[in-house]
């Protein structure tokens, strides 16, 4: 498992944007960003692989949101753009040895929406 932090949270309004960090440890495989809503279960945003950089997004933010990485400063993104209210939500950066298995989760990050 490895460390993971993020940032670059806050409050933002409708139609603007945010870029989300999260920053390892350590060398991963793959990774991703979920969220977490209150009242709502956490869902997965979007994942990376970690040989191929092959991206998968939930079908809510695709047009909307970009993940991407930097392996060499072990760092995964999100960029986040024309926010709505209902991406209002806690981001959890997570690291695993495959999409299907994450095991390594940050502290969270608190986005914020107004309309």
């Known amino acids: 498992q490895v460390q993971l932090v993020e940032s670059g949270g806050g409050l933002v309004q409708a139609g603007g944007s945010l870029r989300l960090s999260c920053a390892a440890s350590?060398?991963?495989?793959?990774m991703g960003w979920f969220r977490q809503a209150p009242g709502k279960e956490r869902e997965n945003v979007a994942t990376?692989?970690?040989?191929?950089?092959?991206?998968v997004y939930r079908n809510s933010v695709k047009g909307r949101f970009t993940i991407s990485r930097d392996n060499d400063k072990n760092t995964l993104y999100l960029e986040m753009n024309n926010l709505k209210p209902e991406d209002t939500a806690v981001y959890y950066c997570a690291a695993g040895s495959s999409r299907l298995n994450f095991d390594s989760w940050g502290q969270g990050t608190q986005v914020t929406v107004s309309s």
């Open positions: 350590g060398r991963t495989n793959a």
């Open positions: 990376i692989a970690g040989n191929s950089d092959i991206a």
